[in-house]
């Protein structure tokens, strides 16, 4: 039988274990020479690099509605919280720096979460959604990622009019995995974000126009069995455009998924 870690032991070790984690990044951010973007703005910078919306309710198997419209309740009220940010030359931009805790005390709701390959619900779940759409602006920039987690290594759901390629996500947990960015360029950036009835909107936007454009796509994506197991496969690149001549000047691969399919796969073709 595989050793339980200290955290598995029982719900009392998991808590010691979650607040060493809140502790030591506490303290590495106290040490961290990084200078964090704080300063936001209600007017918006003029130009805009790139615009996504994210669907809120989405169908995700069989997670219940509640946790869907509960979601719908916690963006709303973390959206504000990073909505105008500056991300100014040499600063760096942290989720949860602006968001800070997720509590009851706060309006949060219990929302989906997702922890060792399995879906559950907590207080203020949904909050990858908003990770994962800040991340697919960024990578649509030349700004630098600095921290960035996966949910890694299982496909979870299964596709459902997929906008972004499948290995793009985020995982975020507060305050010890966070997602962060550091803008390394001469121009100043900033976070346009706002809940709609039914969307996550956001805007990436900065004081000057860019010379080089960026896309992101997957290669290759297959399904294949592995043993008794059904796993997704492929390649996610971005390439790097020079505005001027059309001309790819990079391309770079951001992801290779391996990842255990957690759901039926009856209907899905699979590699022989």
């Known amino acids: 039988m595989k050793r339980k870690l200290f955290c598995e032991i029982s719900p009392f070790t998991y808590k010691i274990s979650v607040l060493k984690c809140r502790t030591v990044k506490r303290i590495k951010n106290v040490l961290s020479q990084d200078k964090f ?3 936001k703005s209600g007017e918006r910078l003029p130009v805009v690099i790139y615009k ?3 669907l809120i309710r989405r169908t995700l198997g069989n997670v ?3 946790l869907q419209d509960n979601k719908a309740v916690n963006l709303s009220i ?3 919280k990073v909505n105008g940010i500056i991300i100014k030359p040499g600063e760096v931009f942290s989720f949860w720096k602006l968001v800070g805790s997720t509590t009851e005390k706060k309006g949060y709701k219990d929302g989906l979460t997702i922890s060792n390959a399995r879906t559950s619900r907590g207080i203020g779940g949904g909050m990858c959604q908003f990770t994962n759409l800040i991340h697919w602006m960024v990578l649509h920039s030349p700004l630098e990622i600095v921290e960035h987690h996966h949910h890694d290594g299982y496909d979870l759901f299964p596709d459902f009019n997929r906008q972004v390629p499948f290995g793009t996500g985020t995982s975020i947990v507060y305050n010890y995995l966070d997602y962060r960015f550091k ?3 001469d121009a100043a950036f900033q976070l346009v974000v706002y809940v709609t009835d ?8 900065a004081t000057e126009a860019l010379d080089k454009s960026y ?3 997957s290669e290759d994506e297959h399904f294949v069995r592995e043993g008794d197991t059904v796993y997704r496969k492929g390649r996610v690149y971005r390439s790097t455009i020079d505005k001027k001549s059309g001309n790819i000047i990079k391309k770079e691969l951001l992801r290779e998924n391996h990842a255990k399919v957690m759901y039926d796969t009856s209907n899905i073709k699979i590699r022989s």
């Open 37 to 39: 973007a704080k300063e």
């Open 52 to 54: 996504h919306n994210s």
């Open 64 to 66: 219940d509605k509640e």
């Open 78 to 80: 973390a959206a504000p």
């Open 183 to 185: 803008n390394n360029t």
């Open 198 to 205: 039914t969307h996550l909107c956001g805007e990436l936007r």
């Open 215 to 217: 896309h992101i796509a």
